[in-house]
């Protein structure tokens, strides 16, 4: 299977605890996404990144929420102190960007569903 | 930034029949695109489509097609001859120029279709 992949698919974690998310991207794609998707909602943007670049981040990243992609392969998304309100599930998404072309569909991953008691 | 509005929270559409997804956008960068992802119940989000907005036709994706009205800030998706497996939330997204890295998601529409 060579699409996106995220790990683990459900967390279930109390309150007050950290809790970190994987995501590995198409191989070749050089963007990488994260979004939120809470309940009757359309998925909301958090970060993404160019390689291993941050290049934008999203209001609703909070101090407790930090993403990070190393190597500019995988990225994890880690949030600390969660609150009940963390409660969701995170997409991860990846795309090939080829120098300003604007079709650069984003794949999605299955997502990891996020449950604070 | 893109502000998407999707009217329309659930569909109903009889099998074999055509359905219309509305959704309106609103930008003020002369360079953006519009897409469409359906999301199943098991979650994943599925592209289906694609609308540049200096794309001079409508752009089309075997049953789905995208009636992109620009003076109106439209760009709603048709899908033809529907299937009891196009049943699912449908998204319309959008995002501006520079590859679209920032893209934003309407609120959906859940479609039903009816044998």
């Known amino acids: 299977d060579t699409g996106v992949s995220q790990d683990p698919r459900h967390k279930i974690t109390k309150r007050g605890q950290n809790v970190t998310f994987r995501c590995d991207p198409i191989s070749e794609h050089n963007r990488l996404y994260w979004y939120r998707q809470t309940l009757g909602q359309g998925p909301e943007f958090l970060t993404y990144f160019q390689n291993e670049a941050q290049l934008e981040k999203s209001r609703l990243l909070s101090d407790r929420f930090s993403a990070e992609r190393p190597k500019g392969s995988f990225s994890t998304l880690e949030i600390q102190r969660t609150e009940q309100g963390d409660s969701a599930m995170y997409l991860c998404a990846s795309s090939l960007d080829l120098g300003g072309r604007g079709d650069n569909e984003q794949f999605f991953g299955p997502g990891t569903r996020l449950t604070v008691l | 930034a893109q502000k998407i509005t999707q009217t329309q929270p659930g569909m109903f559409v009889q099998e074999k029949e055509a359905v219309t997804l509305d959704c309106t956008y609103d930008?003020?960068?002369?360079?953006?695109?519009l897409f469409w992802y359906k999301q199943p119940s098991s979650g994943e989000m599925i592209f289906l489509i694609y609308q540049g907005s200096y794309d001079q036709q409508n752009a089309t994706e075997g049953r789905y097609s995208l009636n992109f009205q620009k003076a109106r800030k439209s760009a709603n998706l048709v899908i033809s001859a529907s299937q009891l497996g196009d049943s699912a939330m449908y998204f319309c997204a959008g995002g501006n120029s520079g590859g679209y890295q920032k893209v934003t998601f309407g609120t959906g529409t859940k479609l039903q279709v009816i044998p």
């Open positions: 930008t003020s960068d002369p360079s953006y695109g």
